[in-house]
């Protein structure tokens, strides 16, 4: 019995094991995001993966340095509303290619939660809150749509329209009692 593949098979083969996951890679949305990860993981970029139910208003400072001791947050007290900011630049969070994590707490207590994602992942931040928390309501505000996802311990806002602006491209988390 001859069990050797003609050297014609040999080399699709070849060529298909080293094409097939390059292709995968680069052309693919969900191979270009895994990228994206791989690469603001090699340049020493923390990832912020976080619970949604998970946040309310007794999350202290404390309890997210402890669950995310990579993030360097650098902190401030913010000059309009009295609140303390605490910034990271982050690679991503959630398994979404991020920018930055911007914690707002009023004492020790967080307030609110800015996360700064890449523009062109939107959809697929969208699409997985849309599957984790479900089907949200739409508000409009003064600039435009905003999606409103309503939680136990507060609630999440997202744009309802893609924006091409880097600094508009956030998800935001309001504390449950926050006005």
Known sequence: MNLKLPRFYQLALALAAVIGPFFWLVFT???????????????????????????TDAVTEAMLRAQFPKVQFQCQTAPTNG?????????????????????????????????????????????????????PREETTAAEPVLVWQRPGGQILLPAVATANERDAA???LAGNAE
Do not use: K, T
């Not at 993981?41 to 946040?55: Q, T, V």
């Not at 020790?108 to 969208?126: C, F, I, K, N, S």
């Open 83 to 135: 609140l303390r900011l605490c910034a990271a630049p982050i690679a991503a969070f959630n398994g979404l290619p991020a920018r930055a994590a911007r914690l707002y707490f009023a004492g020790e207590h967080l307030r609110m939660l800015q996360l700064d994602y890449r523009p062109r992942y939107r959809a697929v931040l969208e699409r997985s809150l849309r599957a984790g928390l479900g089907a």
């Open 171 to 173: 998800l935001i988390w």
């Open 29 to 55: 949305p969900d191979g270009q995001r895994r990228s994206d990860l791989f690469l603001l993981y090699l340049l020493g970029r923390p990832s912020f993966d976080l619970a949604y139910e998970r946040l």
